[in-house]
């Protein structure tokens, strides 16, 4: 009956019944090409780093190291906070505060940086899933601009966000909260930089150090014996020394490189940078140095990725 | 619009000292095109130049009317399917394909759902969120392809795509690679050195050899009717074969069985019907017969591996 198909439409739009055609199908919608494509990148490096959609296994590591970063925070702000209250203001600018809690935590910080970075391209190169990335719009560079990026987006919330919680510590711990603030809204943009130098270098020397490696628990292993042994080595020997020769051995202690920035941009000194009389270098030389330990490291991961076989 | 998908006009590339592809001159054009050679030829060295993944030493590329080492643009309607493992382990294939839809421009909800599609055009639907890791070879394979369809790509470039796969998963990859052609209208270009898959898949054919271009053209011209006869019948063969001989007609035994019989004449026609016609034999087929391409490249003093 040739009614037949204009009944049955008929029939389903009556019924406001739908037909989906599903399986594979030629695509004609929007195509964003490197930009999206770059977008998609840095979404899946955060969510390596994080090892979001993964199981617990795989996000013990690097949540262990954010809890115990943002723990830090904590304690300090109820610290703070508690002696404000009970002891006054004097005892509590005593205590370690924002200036004092990268010198505190940059080795850990560090070593989150070691263990989490080099996942976000060890695997990739790996699995040799590069070689399909490589295929499509993106440039190698796009690659592992993306991937910085990504990395440092999460760096710079590890790095920030126990900060934020010091300063509301502190903030709400005091009588005067808004006065408090008035007082001490320079320490917001302080934090934002003195993090900002902390995640910039560890982002950046992890991913670089990952770059010659397909296994990240290789390059995991090679930063933090770099970090864990040059501490106790420069600091040890930066003591035994003195001047000037005692002042550089101590620049090459690898976890103070970034908070030579933070007291600069604090205004103070913290222990870690007094070792060796460091810190009594020119903030020209100290400034120089820490660019010296980001644009070397940018410089070889760029290299490492400057032809799509990388 | 041009047909001509890949334009390789005096392509070199050195490895050192290694020429891996002495001057290579091909065009790729719209279908299923099959390049053929051993191992070593300079196939996945053609496919990587012609991806932008290797530049050439010497020589000019064309893909899909640009140049692919300077249009990145050229790549969002390519895809790749590489020989060796590419695939991440941890992850769902569906979770896999929506991300490399993305990285090739497509926004997240069509990438999304065209990965599902794209897995179910493959046959892996069902499987869609297991981890990548607990598939077998063969279902990897297919998350391979269905990696390079899954943005609809123009012109696909599959390296060895039934490469690990036992007989039966082979003949499913490229019953998918023929689908993914006339169902889809996407052009492909497959590499092997498996002269069955080729034959059996392939309208169009390229022969490398040590790095250069020996042959191109239809598969049909490669595997010229020959002056031979191939005689099927149902029973009654061994009285068949006593008449036509008995004709003075030379008949031998083919690989599959089949009678071969020397001629194309029309005499040689004759002697067959009526041979046909004395013995009662029941024809089941006669038809000139076509040379495999095994058998081609095994007459030239070449082995490749043939399954035919």
């Not at chain 1, 702000?77 to 005892?91: D, K, Q």
């Not at chain 1, 010198?103 to 990739?124: H, K, N, Q, Y």
């Not at chain 2, 294939?93 to 993305?102: P, R, T």
């Amino acid at each position: 009956m040739s009614s037949g198909p204009e009944t049955s439409e008929a029939r389903r739009a009556e019924s406001g019944g739908t037909v989906f055609d599903i399986g594979y199908q030629r695509y004609t919608g929007a195509r964003e090409g490197r930009a999206r494509g770059r977008r998609a990148i840095f979404h899946g490096g955060v969510r390596t780093a994080l090892a979001l959609g993964r199981d617990g296994r795989a996000k013990a590591l690097p949540w262990s190291f954010i809890l115990i970063l943002v723990g830090f925070g904590f304690v300090l702000a109820l610290g703070a906070g508690s002696a404000l209250r009970t002891l006054g203001p004097e005892v509590a600018a005593q205590l370690p505060s924002h200036a004092d809690y990268y010198g505190m935590t940059s080795l850990i910080f560090i070593l989150f940086a070691a263990v989490t970075a080099p996942e976000l391209i060890c695997p990739d190169r790996r699995n040799r899933v590069v070689d399909l990335y490589f295929v499509r719009p993106i440039t190698p560079l796009d690659y592992i601009l993306a991937r910085w990026s990504a990395f440092l987006a999460v760096a710079l919330a590890v790095a920030w966000v126990p900060q934020i919680v010091l300063m509301i510590g502190l903030v709400m711990g005091n009588p005067e909260p808004g006065t408090y603030l008035l007082e001490n809204w320079t320490d917001l943009p302080r934090i934002l930089l003195a993090g900002g130098s902390v995640a910039v270098y560890a982002t950046t020397l992890a991913l670089a150090v990952a770059s010659f490696t397909t296994r990240r628990a290789y390059a995991a292993a090679f930063l933090v014996g770099l970090f864990v042994i040059s501490s106790p080595f420069t600091i040890g020997l930066a003591q035994e020394s003195e001047g000037a020769l005692g002042q550089w051995i101590a620049m090459f202690n690898l976890a103070a490189i970034p908070v030579h920035v933070n007291d600069i941009v604090f205004g103070e000194v913290t222990p870690i940078t007094i070792i060796g009389n460091a810190h009594l270098l020119p903030v020209g030389v100290r400034l120089s140095w820490f660019a010296l330990w980001v644009i070397a490291p940018a410089a070889v991961l760029l290299y490492r990725y400057r032809r799509r076989t990388p | 619009m041009t047909d001509q998908l890949i334009v390789a006009r005096g392509v070199r590339k050195e490895y050192g000292n290694v020429v891996a592809l002495h001057s290579l001159d091909l065009v790729i054009r719209d279908g299923i095109t099959g390049l053929l050679g051993e191992n070593g030829a300079g196939k996945s060295t053609a496919i990587r130049i012609f991806l932008g993944l290797l530049p050439p030493t010497r020589g000019e590329v064309t893909v899909l009317g640009m140049d692919i080492a300077t249009h990145a643009e050229a790549r969002t309607r390519l895809g790749y399917m590489p020989e060796h493992d590419c695939l991440p382990p941890s992850v769902t294939a569906v979770e896999f394909l929506s991300h490399m839809a993305q990285v090739s421009g497509l926004p997240p909800s069509p990438a999304r759902t065209r990965a599902a599609d794209t897995l179910r055009h493959v046959g892996l639907f069902e499987e869609r969120y297991r981890p990548i890791e607990g598939y077998s070879t063969g279902m990897k394979q297919r998350v391979k392809l269905a990696q390079a369809l899954v943005h609809d790509p123009q012109l696909v470039l599959l390296d060895e795509p039934t490469a690990g796969l036992d007989p039966a998963g082979r003949e499913e990859m490229l019953d998918l690679v023929r689908k993914t052609h006339r169902e889809f209208g996407i052009s492909i270009m497959l590499s092997s050195h498996l002269m069955g898959d080729v034959e059996r898949t392939c309208d169009r054919l390229a022969l490398i050899r040590g790095g250069m271009l020996i042959q191109e053209g239809a598969v049909t011209d490669f595997t010229l009717e020959t002056e031979r006869l191939s005689l099927e019948v149902d029973d009654r063969e061994t009285e068949l074969v006593a008449e036509l001989e008995g004709r003075g007609v030379v008949v031998e035994r083919g690989e599959r069985g089949e009678l071969l019989i020397e001629g194309r004449d029309a005499s040689v026609y004759d002697d067959v019907r009526d041979a046909l016609a004395h013995t009662g034999a029941p024809l089941r087929s006669l038809a000139p017969r076509r040379r495999a391409l095994a058998e081609l490249f095994a007459r030239d003093g070449e082995d490749l591996g043939g399954d035919t």
